[in-house]
Nanobody, 123 residues
């Protein structure tokens, strides 16, 4: 069992920045992928970014060049630095984790999910 704890969401003006963090605890050994997804009201949950234990990184086209996913101090903590935020980035952001080596944008490939943290970007 893995527990994911998120932090860093909030309200920011368009063009501003936020940094999200997700820390995993419990059964965290071996290969892993940690990812961020987001879901806006009335929309499907969409892939944002992913990082695996080998350092492979994937981004959604909508955030590439603005968002950066990285390890933060340990292999069990991942950060999402969000710059140049736009109103369309407004969503609940979810941290996810899996030990399966599956396509990174596939939400059904992830076994563990955080509670979600609200990111609101005002214009």
């Amino acid at each position: 069992q893995v527990n994911l704890v998120e932090s860093g969401g909030g309200l920011v003006q368009a063009g501003g920045s936020l940094r999200l963090s997700c820390t995993a605890s419990g059964d965290t050994f071996g290969f892993y992928v940690m990812a961020w997804f987001r879901q806006a009201p009335g929309k499907e949950r969409d892939f944002v970014a992913a990082l695996d234990w080998n350092g492979r990184i994937n981004y959604a086209d909508s955030v590439k060049g603005r968002f950066t996913i990285s390890r933060a101090n340990s292999r069990d903590t991942v950060a999402l630095q969000m710059n140049s935020l736009k109103p369309e980035d407004t969503a609940v952001y979810y941290c996810a984790r899996t030990r399966a080596d599956l396509p990174r944008a596939l939400s059904t490939g992830y076994d563990y999910w955080g509670q979600g943290t609200q990111v609101t970007v005002s214009s």
